[in-house]
């Protein structure tokens, strides 16, 4: 992951949108 440009640091791939959406699910949840 260190050797991304720095341009393609705001683009997130699909599965990594996938994930941090089941954890601000899993954040919400545990509130």
Known sequence: RNNIP????NYKTPIEVFLSHICKEKLSNLI
């Open 6 to 9: 720095r341009k393609s640091l």
